[in-house]
T-cell receptor
C-alpha cells in the first residue's frame, strides 16, 4: 500500500522562528490534507491541498503531486502552534481510504 | 468546535467485553470516517460510510463493526475487547469539499 513519510519527526523552535515540515508519499493520491493535533488531542484540519499552494495566516502549504510531496510552512511560530502535525493522503477506492503519516511533533518555546 | 460530536468521551471496560461508540456528523455531512489512534500504531483508518453505505475499509479487525443510520449518525461496535484495543477513537465527517472535520474522540481503556 501507499507509504506516507513525514520529516522531521521532532522539532523544537524558539517563538518567532519559521519552519518547514515535509510529507512524502509513495503513490499518486486523490487528496492530501494537513492536520494539527493540539496538546488536548483535538485534530484540526489545516489544509485540503491535493495540488498547488494555499495560505491561511501564518501557515501555508504546497503540494507537488507529480513529485509526490507536500510542504507545510509555519512562519513566526507561537507557543500555541505546539502539537503534532499530520499529513494524510486519500486514495479513492469506491470510497476514500485515508493514510496518515507518523506526524511531526513540534514544541515552540517561549 | 468542529460540529462533530462523539460519545462517550471516556470509556473504561474489561477484556472480553463489548462497547459501542457513537458519532454524529456535522449537519448536512453524508460521509463518516472512523479512526483509531494508539501510541504504537499511530492514526489508523478503520472504515468509511457514505449516506448509510460502507464505502472504504482500512485496518478494521473482524471483532469491530460499524454502521451508519438513516439520520446519518454512526456507531462503531468493538467486541471481545483486548488490552491492545485501548486507544483514542476518532470519527470525522465530510461534506461536498472532502475536507475532514474530526470529533473530539472517545478514549477507550481496556483493563
Amino acid at each position: 500500500g501507499i507509504q506516507v513519510e513525514q520529516s522531521p519527526p521532532d522539532l523544537i523552535l524558539q517563538e518567532g522562528a519559521n519552519s518547514t515540515l515535509r510529507c512524502n508519499f509513495s503513490d499518486s493520491v486523490n487528496n492530501l490534507q494537513w492536520f494539527h493535533q493540539n496538546p488536548w488531542g483535538q485534530l484540526i484540519n489545516l489544509f485540503y491541498i491535493p495540488s498547488g499552494t494555499k495560505q491561511n495566516g501564518r501557515l501555508s502549504a504546497t503540494t507537488v503531486a507529480t513529485e509526490r510531496y507536500s510542504l507545510l510552512y509555519i512562519s513566526s511560530s507561537q507557543t500555541t502552534d505546539s502539537g503534532v502535525y499530520f499529513c494524510a493522503v486519500l486514495q479513492y477506492t469506491g470510497g476514500f481510504k485515508t493514510i496518515f503519516g507518523a506526524g511531526t511533533r513540534l514544541f515552540v518555546k517561549a | 468546535d468542529s460540529g462533530v460530536t462523539q460519545t462517550p468521551k471516556h470509556l473504561i471496560t474489561a477484556t472480553g467485553q463489548r462497547v459501542t461508540l457513537r458519532c454524529s456528523p456535522r449537519s448536512g455531512d453524508l460521509s463518516v470516517y472512523w479512526y483509531q489512534q494508539s501510541l504504537d500504531q499511530g492514526l489508523q483508518f478503520l472504515i468509511q460510510y457514505y449516506n448509510g453505505e460502507e464505502r472504504a475499509k482500512g485496518n478494521i479487525l473482524e471483532r469491530f463493526s460499524a454502521q451508519q443510520f438513516p439520520d446519518l449518525h454512526s456507531e462503531l461496535n468493538l467486541s471481545s475487547l483486548e488490552l491492545g484495543d485501548s486507544a483514542l477513537y476518532f470519527c470525522a465527517s465530510t461534506g461536498v469539499t472532502d475536507t475532514q472535520y474530526f470529533g473530539p474522540g472517545t478514549r477507550l481503556t481496556v483493563l
